[in-house]
């Protein structure tokens, strides 16, 4: 496996806490740089070599041949670690080169660490029968490092056979299988962009941010199970959104055109700019929403002839019917075996995979799977990674793009990196959990939510461990089934929110199913996404792990950016209390006065004990890079995403200053 050092990054004590933190204060950019180099490998285009900063050497691999190689000390991978020039557009690691998938795959296998495991799927069902009459899942599987980029491999060429290359958007709408994981490590290893949507979402949810992402392809699933029920994804979610929605500006094109070839100028754009108004807000809309806006609209027209009307409806309807989503392709995985109805646009992923994984076999220059399998690690690579190579990109260039809705407006499409976002969530399995390749993390999260992303996915695999992926409900068919997750897999490391362990708490029977298992392989515990009560932490500590804490992030934070760090020098009691990580620098600050322009222009930090606003007042290399947006213009030197919009919201709180 990629080597770590076990101690570097681990705080021991108070004092390394505050040498930590002074270093990132008063060198940010060294700091973090340091992490970077560390944690990932950057490409070395001028050698063609993936590299790693490892005790004071840069050391990795060719590209091409997967021979191990090496750089000059002095070798940098990046023009600056920190490009502030166009803040709050913060370029972390500017024009340095990395891909996710490699960090999180290619670099296990090419170091000799193939066989290590990296999935842990459990189906939905559960077969009470099982484990002795303990219990456990009717389908599971479990998957190595060199299993998982064959996989990987084949979902690449997947992409690639429909066209998708570097800067394309694709949007998945699956249940928390494998195949979801498959496809969202072979986006990052194009460097195709993907946004995950939560399978509990709305038609019109999704159709949303399919539009807002500009995706040309959808991959979903013909369904999924929920507490052994089969839920339809493609006919519930996904043909709704692209078929009883389409994308506002669309609609309103076809509506403008027909009104300005039937009707007087002054009159069309009367019309068009009513209908406009009223759905302003929209993404997305359903036609009917079209109609009955332009009814509305013409009834204050006295002027214009019952017939005009009667057959500008029927036109408008048929010009709008022929309106629809941008999206190519729909791949559907082959689950729960559902009958679904076919579309044009619709390809069975399976069937795809078997038309490549020949051409793939040949490539390889094996005759089948066995003969594969039977090759050592870095030979496989080389007949597996090399032909589908991951590619490298700039540091900041967009990973995925995971939406907030917030409380009003339109959702908020925020924008994750391969370089700054990936180093820093590698770290914090260090600073937080004391990780380590022997590790075994389970993520009660799904990767339609940023946690599922941050630490399902991605930091498990980047730092070279285990991670479970349990489809369904931790509760389903009854509480023990976590525990039992726990006790089968031997889990180490734990990580749920506060809503669960409360459901778990508060009924006797749960909590008796729970007590059936054995969790004392854990080391870590902890919460994720929702405030915390001190009499949840408690029973969290006295029923699951005593070492539970409380870690405070959200979407936007990109991973864990108060804790309790690893250590054992924090007084770590059921008080819900957390610390802000050595690398952010965080204020609680109580409003005084506020502007005209409504900027907080006079403030003071709160004291003990009083509530106020948490205030970030330096950048950090995984916040968010900015929001979605101007996607046609992605690759140009100047693009930055909707930065307007992630200025307003994020960064102008506080008068004459940028902070988060």
């Not at 080391?523 to 029923?543: D, H, L, Y």
Request: some cysteine.
């Amino acid at each position: 496996m990629t080597k770590h050092d076990d101690s570097w990054g681990v705080l021991q004590s108070q004092q390394d806490e505050d040498q930590a933190r002074a270093s990132a204060v008063s060198d940010p950019a060294g700091y973090h740089a340091n992490i970077a180099a560390r944690e990932l490998h950057w490409f070395n285009a001028s050698a063609s070599q993936w590299l790693s900063r490892c005790e004071g050497a840069w050391r990795g691999w060719h590209s091409q041949s997967g021979r191990q190689s090496e750089a000059d000390t002095d070798w940098a991978p990046w023009s600056t670690p920190l490009d502030d020039t166009a803040a709050p557009f913060y370029r972390w690691f500017a024009d340095g080169r990395t891909n996710a998938c490699f960090n999180l795959l290619d670099r296990h296998v090419l170091s000799g660490g193939g066989k290590q495991q990296a999935l842990v799927f459990e189906g939905d069902r559960w077969d009470p029968s099982k484990n002795s009459g303990r219990g456990g899942p009717v389908f599971e599987q479990r998957l190595n490092y060199r299993e998982l980029l064959i996989e990987v491999a084949l979902r690449a060429r997947v992409l690639d056979r429909l066209g998708l290359s570097c800067g394309d958007r694709i949007a998945l709408n699956l249940p928390n299988i494998l195949e979801q994981i498959y496809y969202i490590l072979a986006a990052q290893r194009l460097g195709v962009i993907y946004t995950p949507v939560f399978g509990g979402f709305s038609a019109k949810t999704l159709s949303d941010r399919i539009h807002d992402a500009g995706a040309k392809v959808v991959i979903t699933a013909d369904g999924g199970y929920r507490n052994a029920e089969v839920v339809p994804y493609k006919s519930a979610y996904v043909d709704p959104a692209l078929d009883n929605y389409v994308p506002r500006p669309a609609a309103l094109k076809a509506l403008s055109e027909t009104l300005h070839a039937r009707l007087p100028a002054e009159v069309a754009t009367r019309l068009e700019a009513q209908v406009a108004d009223a759905v302003a807000g929209e993404i997305t809309l359903e036609r009917a929403d079209v109609m009955r806006e332009l009814g509305l609209a013409l009834e204050r027209e006295r002027d214009t002839a019952p017939e005009i009307i009667a057959e500008l409806r029927t036109t408008v309807a048929s010009e709008l019917a022929n309106v629809g989503h941008a999206v190519e392709h729909v791949v559907v995985v082959r689950y729960t075996g559902n009958d679904i109805v076919e579309h044009g646009r619709d390809s069975w992923s399976h069937q795809i995979i078997s038309e490549l994984e020949a051409k793939a076999l040949a490539d390889a220059g094996v005759a089948d799977r066995a003969s594969l399998d039977s090759l050592d690690d870095t030979a496989l690579w080389q007949a597996v990674g090399a032909h589908i190579p991951a590619v490298p990109v700039e540091a900041n260039w967009p990973l995925f793009i995971i939406y907030t809705s917030g409380s009003t407006g339109k959702p908020k499409g925020v924008v994750h990196t391969h370089g700054g976002w990936l180093s820093g969530i590698t770290h914090t399995m260090r600073t937080v959990f004391n990780g380590n390749q022997d590790d075994c993390l389970y993520v009660i999260g799904d990767p339609g939510w940023i946690t599922g992303q941050s630490y399902l996915i991605a930091a498990p695999l980047a730092f070279g461990m285990s991670t479970v992926v349990a489809e369904g409900s931790p509760l389903f068919p009854h509480a023990g089934r976590f525990a039992s997750i726990i006790e089968r897999n031997q889990v180490t490391l734990f990580k749920a929110g506060s809503t669960f362990l409360k459901a778990v708490m508060t009924d006797p029977a749960s909590t008796q199913e729970m007590s059936r298992y054995d969790m004392s392989t854990l080391k870590v515990g902890t919460f994720c996404a929702e405030p915390v009560s001190p009499t949840v932490q408690k029973f969290a500590m006295e029923n699951i792990c005593s070492h539970y804490i409380n870690s405070y992030w959200a979407t936007e934070h990109g991973g864990i950016v108060f804790s309790c760090p690893w250590g054992d020098f924090k007084p770590l009691e059921a008080d819900a209390k957390t610390w802000p990580l050595p690398w952010v620098q965080a204020e609680v600050r109580i409003v005084e006065t506020v502007g005209d322009d409504g900027a907080v222009s006079q403030w003071r930090e709160a004291q003990a004990g009083e509530k106020g606003e948490l205030v970030i007042t330096q950048p950090y290399p995984y916040l968010a890079r900015t929001l979605w947006g101007d996607g046609d213009m992605l690759g140009q030197a100047h693009w930055q995403g909707d930065i307007e919009r992630f200025g307003e919201v994020y960064f102008r709180r506080w008068a004459g200053e940028l902070t988060y």
